[in-house]
């Protein structure tokens, strides 16, 4: 008598296993991305560089070897800075980077003004950059 072939049913996977296969497929699709970008950001960066004082979201869209001023690490933009601005502390937010004479430079906008400073908008688009040396060392 011919036998049947019969197959095993299949198994469900536990939903930690499931959870942790997800997260990793999801870091693993993030980083593609990440290296796509960055290969993206060096082409254009060979054929239509970022002139220095420009804004930029990335650090991948400047040039490379840019020297960071400071003793901690870039700050990633949307983070809140502590700047040295005429002798006076006031808070900024990172907007973007930017470059200057072989420096690596933040675009900020101040959240919090100093008592002595003026309130109106800044008139030149430099007025809101700040390199690693005019940031406050953190306490």
Do not use: C
Request: glycine share 6%; proline share 7%; hydrophobic share 40%.
């Amino acid at each position: 008598m011919k036998t049947i072939p019969t197959t095993r049913p299949a198994r469900r996977i536990p939903a930690a296993r499931l959870a942790r296969l997800r997260a990793a497929n999801a870091a693993q699709r993030q980083a593609r991305e990440d290296a796509w970008q960055a290969n993206q950001d060096a082409a254009e960066q060979l054929t239509n560089p970022v002139p220095e004082f420009a804004a930029a979201p990335r650090l991948t869209m400047l040039p490379g070897g840019l020297h960071w001023s400071a003793q901690q690490p870039v700050p990633a933009v949307g983070t809140t800075v502590t700047v040295n601005r005429d002798g006076q502390q006031e808070r900024a937010e990172v907007k973007g980077y930017t470059h200057a004479a072989g420096f690596l430079g933040l675009v900020t906008e101040t959240t919090h003004h100093a008592k002595t400073a003026s309130r109106r908008k800044r008139s030149s688009p430099r007025a809101g950059v700040v390199f690693g040396s005019q940031l406050a060392l953190a306490a």
